[in-house]
């Protein structure tokens, strides 16, 4: 392939030229349009599929596919922003159709279980940005020290590691190998005899040594896992995977994998967060926080001197006065709506850190009404693993180490 040329989806040979040729399911669609007619079912996911199979860039070994999701961010952000700069009324209008949008959008997707890239390119993307306007607005005004610089640097490239350290495997539960899939079969399957489900909060049922049951007239066999591996851990068949899962892991059904001591799927980082990932998770969020708060009192002690910071947010005269105070102002209320959506994720993972609970038995205790609702609703006690404050937060503190995964929690 040249650097032009790329394999589409169909397994054809094609072309970047001919990227608007001989698109059936887009020139359907334009047909029914113009006639008035009704699109068929599924029709716009086929003119999405082929329009994202042919958005691709020159490479050496052929053109490669870009990922719709992260192209938004990168066009839509810069422009909101400046266009919020040019007046007050329209800086009111656009931040809060901004939350609201990406709101809408993280509805859609999570209710077609698809994975998307916008989320992370839209906070890596702002990051960046906010730190390009921070250095080229607010620091030539002299009231920001080189200190002071260097700090939030450190802050930022901080953050940006424990976010790398969060996106690796979370806990992803191996796939079984051919003998470890015969062993699961002798089992009580088929998986109607399994009281576990992808969702993964009751046991495999056990029935005894061996035992028969007449069916139909026939009698079958059901034999169970060895006895040294169910008497002491609870376990849970997936029945997606195809493997038992110790207690507290689940089935994410967006990565399609089983994930040790799943919490929950965060968008934000594309990935689950899990056993091997949660602490460095909490650790990116918290640095993310106190960069940003220390950002916004930088900025806003440039603009609106002579005001604390809280006061500033809300009331200072001249941020208008000129474009480059605009901007920073305009960022600066982004930055802040940001940051409270992410403290109140936060608040939350400590709440259920504090009780030893995660999202994901969180979400099923109330589906099951078993959990109790503590602190206003903020957090639910499903009473199966808490331990008290500090034995919870030492069981986090060790999440990962080789002697966790034979603690007492997976014990019966």
Request: aromatic share 10%; with cysteine.
């Amino acid at each position: 392939l040249c650097c032009c040329e790329y394999v589409d989806r169909k397994g054809e040979r094609n072309h970047l030229v001919t990227c608007l040729c001989d698109c059936q399911e887009l020139d359907d669609g334009c047909d029914r349009w113009l006639t008035c007619k009704s699109l068929p079912p599924g029709a716009l996911e086929r003119i999405a599929d082929a329009v994202a199979d042919r958005v691709r860039v020159p490479w050496f070994a052929g053109a490669v596919k870009i990922n719709i999701s992260l192209v938004p961010p990168l066009l839509l952000l810069p422009v909101f922003l400046h266009v919020a700069a040019l007046h007050f009324l329209l800086a009111l209008l656009i931040l809060t159709s901004l939350p609201a949008l990406v709101l809408w959008y993280y509805y859609l997707t999570h209710g077609r279980k698809e994975r998307t890239l916008f989320f992370l390119s839209l906070g890596l993307f702002s990051l960046g940005y906010m730190y390009y306007v921070f250095l080229q607005e607010v620091v030539p005004r002299g009231s920001v020290e080189y200190s002071q610089v260097v700090i939030l640097s450190c802050g930022l490239v901080l953050m940006l590691a424990a976010l790398f350290r969060a996106k690796k495997d979370p806990g992803y539960l191996p796939s079984p190998t051919g003998k470890a899939k015969a062993s699961c079969q002798l089992m009580d399957l088929p998986s109607n005899k399994v009281m576990g489900s992808s969702n993964g909060l009751h046991g495999v049922a056990t029935l005894g040594t061996v035992s028969g049951r007449a069916v139909n007239g026939e009698a079958k066999a059901y034999s169970r896992l060895p006895a040294e591996e169910c008497e002491g851990m609870r376990k849970d068949w997936c029945t997606k995977c195809q493997l038992v899962r110790p207690a507290r892991a689940g089935h994410c059904r967006l990565c399609g994998r089983c994930v040790r001591r799943l919490d929950h799927h965060c968008v934000w980082i594309n990935s689950c967060v899990g056993e091997q990932n949660h602490q460095a998770f909490i650790l990116a969020l918290s640095l993310f926080m106190l960069t940003s708060v220390y950002g916004i009192m930088l900025t806003l002690g440039t603009i609106c001197r002579g005001r604390t910071p809280l006061v500033a947010l809300f009331y200072c005269p001249g941020a208008y006065s000129d474009y480059s105070s605009a901007l920073s102002f305009t960022c600066v209320w982004y930055c802040a709506i940001v940051t409270a959506g992410m403290g109140y994720i936060l608040l939350i993972q400590l709440l259920n850190i504090s009780y030893n609970v995660t999202e994901r038995e969180a979400r099923l205790a109330l589906r099951d009404n078993t959990g109790r609702r503590l602190l206003g609703g903020l957090v639910i006690d499903t009473g199966h693993y808490n331990r008290g404050f500090l034995c919870n937060w030492s069981h986090f503190l060790s999440l990962g180490s080789p002697a966790l995964q034979r603690s007492v929690e997976d014990i019966v």
